[in-house]
């Protein structure tokens, strides 16, 4: 199945002055398709999102020259492109005051990618219904498995399953990439991404819970397979 990116050619502006988050960022939405414009200040963010107009704006709050805030209030006088605040404050005002500023949606760092990419192609999708044709199914059926991208929910025969955020960035991964195989490495890398500090038992404690939610008998999988020596594969 294809990876249901979002109107693949999108333009995403990063404004982030901690380089390595920044990198991580920029190497991560690039590889989901998108063309990546950075800036680690928030003048020059500010500069580059006039001059080259992007798809949407992930913007952090503390930033040198101007600050995210203040960026995103200039912003809004003369554009409505979706903006996605980053932030390292995880407190209820801070969440609020960045919302009334005109941001579309925040996130609090440490964050991982998965959560971080999807909650993009939600943006870009609403932002952009025209190119709902072009940007691939925002509902993954497998069996009796029903994954809504947009809303992060998984439905199995009908019912909800409650699942943890990483189970369920687990099981989307998965599910984009039915029938490959991927080393414990790759898994973390990709579902955890930068912000993790554990090591690769963490991947089979989640295959492990994920199991007991999308198997019949999750001692005896048939949809989540171990691979020997090598990983997972999920048959879909
Ligand atoms: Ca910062």
């Known amino acids: 199945m294809a990876m249901p990116a979002v109107a693949t050619r999108s333009t995403v502006l990063v404004v982030e002055d901690e380089e390595s988050l920044l990198f991580t960022l920029a190497h ?6 998108f063309t990546v414009l950075t800036a680690t200040r928030g003048d020059d963010g500010l500069r580059l999102a006039r001059e080259r107009t992007p798809d949407l704006i992930l913007l952090d709050l503390m930033l040198p020259g101007v600050d995210g805030m203040q960026v995103c209030r200039l912003l809004r006088r003369d554009t409505k492109v979706p903006i996605i605040m980053l932030t390292a404050l ?3 005002g801070d969440r609020v005051a960045g919302l009334d500023t005109g941001a579309d949606d925040y ?6 990618m998965r959560e971080l990419m999807a909650r993009v192609r939600a943006l870009l999708r609403r932002s952009s219904p025209r190119e709902e044709a072009e940007s691939g199914p925002s509902l993954i059926v497998s069996g009796d498995l029903h994954i809504d991208l947009d809303r992060r929910e998984t439905r199995r025969a009908g019912a909800v399953l409650r699942m943890k955020p990483k189970e369920m960035d687990l099981l989307l ?3 984009q990439h039915p029938g490959r195989v991927f080393s414990r490495e790759q898994i973390l890398n990709d579902v955890w991404g930068y912000d993790f500090f554990g090591g690769p038992r963490t991947v089979d404690v989640h295959v492990r819970w994920l199991r007991q939610k999308v198997e019949v008998d999750a001692g005896n999988p048939v949809r989540l397979l171990t691979v020997r020596g090598s990983g997972y594969l999920f048959e879909g």
């Open 28 to 33: 991560n939405l690039k590889r989901e398709g």
């Open 173 to 175: 991964f998965f599910a």
């Open 90 to 92: 995880g407190g209820e």
């Open 107 to 112: 996130i609090t760092k440490p964050f991982g």
